[in-house]
């Protein structure tokens, strides 16, 4: 089937194909009459700007690419919904893309966007080298949002993870806990491996480095619960309370000790990161560390934007101080 072309729209208002080409580019050198003439032409046949060829005039195709990490991560997702909202504001559009927690998948999705010629990345929770934003930034301004990182070329804004995660053990501590374990997302996310830095920081600094126990898992629920198992297998030598290093895998942390039969937080105390809509139910009660997910999205576009009217410039880097938000997953030690 052919698709319609501009000069088909053209025949069809009886006008010439410069005069559509203006109507498509918003031009005000149109009259109302005319203008209207052509859209209910476009309408009629179901003509479609051509997006690729257009950006190739303008240098711009109004289009944002962003890629989450995990598209089951909800703290993800309230991320883009703060970039979607910051792109519309803007007049752009975003189009989302997802690394499913892998990194050569990711690098895929990174080559795919540029080849549609977006505008500018936003990276929500990256696996991605900085080296390999740093290439993949020739070709367009990068913001990093959920993860510092160190670059001249490639922005951030992020938490700052290292303060939260000690936040996180200083309030445990005050509760009595001595054996602290920490479930971590592995090493390849940033933002796991400061929360991690974090917790062993508060650990030695109350004494307690000798209680130190991290324990491999995973940003998802699966790595959570697999995790926790781990842990509850250490019988009485287990510890009394658990930092994990985010909410979506604290859910997992919970399903297992539920599963072995035990309570939170009379047995074990359960606190989490980023403060995900369900860690806030009063069925969950989540202990976690508060992040402006939706306001970071936003403000990461604000910083792709400047970068796009400033491309020599030098990226800014953005770190928001951490909340702790103390709920009913918490508590002293058991007796």
Known sequence: MRHP???D??????VSKSLVSLVMRGSPRVSEVRRKAVLEAAEELGYRPNAVARSLVRKRSGVLGCILSDLHNPFFADVADGIE???MAHGYR?????????????AAAIDTLLQLRVDGLLMIGTLTSIRDLERAAQSGPIVVVAAAVRSRVVGSVANDDVAGASAVVDHLVELGHRRIAHIHGGDAA???????????RAMRRAGFEEQTLSVRGAFTESGGREAMAEILDLGERRPTAVFVANDYAALGALGAIADAGLEVPGDISIAGYDNISIAQTRAVSLTTVAQPSAAMGQMAVEMLLERLGDERGTARHVVLPPNLVVRTSTG???S
């Open 9 to 14: 729209v053209a025949e069809r208002a009886g």
């Open 5 to 7: 072309t501009i000069l």
């Open 94 to 106: 975003a189009l989302l893309s997802s690394g499913f927690l892998d990194a050569s998948r990711e």
């Open 85 to 87: 909202e910051g792109a």
């Open 190 to 200: 940033a933002a796991g491996r400061a929360r991690r830095r974090g917790y062993e």
């Open 332 to 334: 002293p030690p058991p």
